[in-house]
């Protein structure tokens, strides 16, 4: 079946470093993918998507671009602040199937 | 729009007891979804309802657990007889056409 595999974290960072959090997937056809991102004692709340390849979502300064060649869709941020401490999520959705990768805890310190 | 309403926020109850979570998606939503978030197994889905009608309850983990949609803006899950083992967070989450989801805060169990 699909799935999402997502780098194991804890990541930790110093604010204003780079920031790639990996994700790839395995899926037949044409899945839909996402970056959800979850504040502590929150719900999770959607970051990013992506439709089809070669598309690039984007929000809060967060990217991510659908790469069907290597069925990947990295999130990335080139300047991460103390609040985006939170854990993210990497997900697709084939066919009304949605799966969600592991998560990966990002903490950035002043 | 409030977003999505899950009652209680937090939930302490002993083994072998009913416990009952509430969720109120956002109106005009047609899906609603249950998840349960734990350390060991991650973010998992129980069960997902369009138009109030259950679709895949593939998730569900034993008969203990049970779901049900009345109407358009009320959900329950209920745990009957609960074990130390249910104790996770749980979501309900809605959305207008299954793509993007809108996550409730959650309801943290702890069976004693």
């Known amino acids: 079946g699909d799935s999402v595999t997502q780098m194991e974290g804890p990541v930790t960072l110093s604010e204003e470093a780079f920031l790639t959090i990996n994700c790839t997937y395995t899926a037949t056809g044409y899945p839909s993918l996402f970056w959800y991102v979850q504040y502590p004692g929150e719900g999770l709340q959607l970051l990013l998507k992506?439709?089809?390849?070669?598309d690039k979502g984007s929000n809060k300064g967060f990217e991510a671009t659908y790469r069907k060649e290597t069925t990947s869709f990295h999130l990335e941020k080139g300047s991460v602040q103390v609040s985006d401490s939170a854990v993210y999520f990497c997900a697709l959705i084939n066919n009304n199937d949605m799966r969600f990768g592991a998560g990966t805890r990002l903490t950035v310190k002043p | 729009d409030a977003g999505v309403i899950q009652s209680p926020r937090h939930e302490v109850t002993e083994m072998g007891q009913e416990v009952t979570l509430r969720c109120k998606p956002i109106s005009g939503h047609d899906y609603l979804f249950w998840y349960r978030q734990t350390m060991m197994r991650g973010l998992e889905l129980l069960i997902y309802f369009n138009n109030n009608v259950p679709i895949d309850d593939s998730g569900m983990p034993e008969d203990r657990f049970s779901a049900k949609m009345p109407n358009a803006s009320f959900s329950t899950l209920k745990i009957q007889p609960s074990e130390p083992r249910d104790s996770a967070v749980y979501f309900c989450?809605?959305?207008?056409?299954?793509?993007?989801?809108?996550f409730g805060p959650g309801t943290r169990l702890t069976v004693l």
């Open positions: 989450a809605s959305s207008p056409n299954y793509n993007e989801q809108f």
């Open positions: 992506a439709t089809k390849a070669d």
